[in-house]
């Protein structure tokens, strides 16, 4: 079985450019995670969704970060304009469920390592 | 928010001594998960402990889930070098620890 895939792996870009990250989740697996994670720390939770919906969005800066998951599974992250404390790894999950029921066990992916100059 | 604090940050030893490492927080959670992360990947599950007091074993590993379901420990037997990485522990609301960064020196 095919696990989390994320796209691009790493992307340099200079400040104030857009910048877009792709995540398509393991088959079967309703809720998707994104997460930042800064060098030497844990993942922070940036969005949940549930299907299509984003059921957990409040660490999300909204000013210039947004995602999306049409039709309920491949999502995307986009920053726009990009700064230069947005570098960092993006950590895409997925899981069965969510919430706090059994199940929601969460598989990562490789995550796209993003540099801003 | 729970927060998760874990300790220590970083852990240098040589292979096949013993190891503790902790996940506490002031909240209980219903459940709580152990990840390790390599460098240019993402976490991967070790473990889900569910039950105030369980003990889960993964060869090596040790987990154990405090008695008030507000912390947790890992403790890992005649460490390995394989076993460098960093592990995370993680509450049932999908938020994580800083980790302990692991380094087994062969």
């Known amino acids: 079985e095919a696990g989390v895939v994320q796209s691009p792996r790493y992307k340099i870009i200079e400040k104030k450019q857009p910048v877009a990250f792709w995540c398509n989740p393991i088959s079967g697996h309703n809720t998707l995670y994104w997460y930042l994670q800064n060098l030497g720390q844990g993942p922070e939770l940036l969005i949940r969704?549930?299907?299509?919906?984003?059921?957990?969005d409040s660490q999300l800066p909204k000013d210039r970060f947004s995602a999306e998951r049409l039709k309920g599974v491949d999502s995307t992250l986009k920053i726009q304009p990009a700064e230069l404390g947005d570098s960092a790894v993006y950590l895409c999950?997925?899981?069965?469920?969510?919430?706090?029921?059994?199940?929601?066990?969460?598989?990562f992916g490789p995550g796209t390592r993003l540099t801003v100059t | 928010t729970q927060l998760l604090e874990q300790s220590p940050q970083f852990l240098s030893i040589q292979e096949g001594e013993n190891l503790t490492v902790y996940c506490n927080s002031s909240?209980?959670?219903?459940?709580l998960q152990w990840y390790r992360q390599e460098p240019g990947e993402g976490p991967v599950l070790l473990v889900t402990v569910v039950t105030g007091g369980e003990v889960k074993k993964l060869k090596r590993l040790t987990f154990q889930f405090g008695d008030a379901r507000k912390d947790s420990s890992l403790h890992i037997t005649a460490a390995q070098p394989g076993d460098t990485g960093l592990y995370l522990c993680?509450?049932?609301?999908?938020?994580f620890g800083a980790g302990t960064r692991l380094t087994v020196k062969p």
């Open positions: 993680a509450g049932d609301d999908m938020r």
């Open positions: 999950a997925s899981s069965l469920m969510g919430g706090r029921e059994a199940g929601y066990e969460q598989y």
């Open positions: 909240s209980v959670f219903s459940s």
């Open positions: 969704y549930e299907n299509e919906e984003a059921v957990d």
